[in-house]
């Protein structure tokens, strides 16, 4: 039962990268998802989520407009399209879980099932 993010990499400022968040052991149907980013000596903050109950979606001001999240549930996977990519968004990328609400937010201790990381590097 776990949570497993990838898609990471060194991508010059401007390029793009999709990140994804696969489950394998339980169900993404109806689950409010979140990527969080941790950058080195930053807290770790949230980025974007999607909610179980109606799909909708909410963005870190600091990257409105470039990232977008989506799910597939065929897949069981969610996705985050990081375009733009700038300096600033170097960070180790985390996807969480939250089994109880019904709608997402940023706050870390409402997600009780977490991923490993994937390193994204913006730099030229």
């Known amino acids: 039962v776990q949570l497993q993010a990838s898609g990471g990499g060194l991508v010059q400022p401007g390029g793009s990268l999709r990140l994804s968040c696969v489950a394998s052991?339980?169900?993404?149907?109806?689950?409010?998802i979140a990527w969080f980013r941790q950058a080195p000596g930053k807290e770790r903050e949230g980025v974007s989520c999607?909610?179980?109950?109606?799909?909708?979606?909410e963005y870190a001001d600091s990257v409105k407009g470039r990232f977008t999240i989506s799910g597939d549930n065929a897949r069981n996977t969610v996705y985050l399209q990081m375009n733009s990519l700038k300096a600033e968004d170097t960070a180790v990328y985390y996807c969480?879980?939250?089994?109880?609400?019904?709608?997402?937010?940023?706050?870390?201790?409402?997600?009780?099932?977490w991923g490993l990381g994937t390193q994204v590097t913006v730099s030229s």
């Open positions: 969480a879980a939250d089994h109880w609400r019904d709608f997402c937010s940023f706050h870390l201790y409402e997600y009780d099932r």
């Open positions: 052991g339980f169900d993404l149907t109806g689950l409010s």
């Open positions: 999607i909610s179980g109950y109606d799909g909708s979606t």
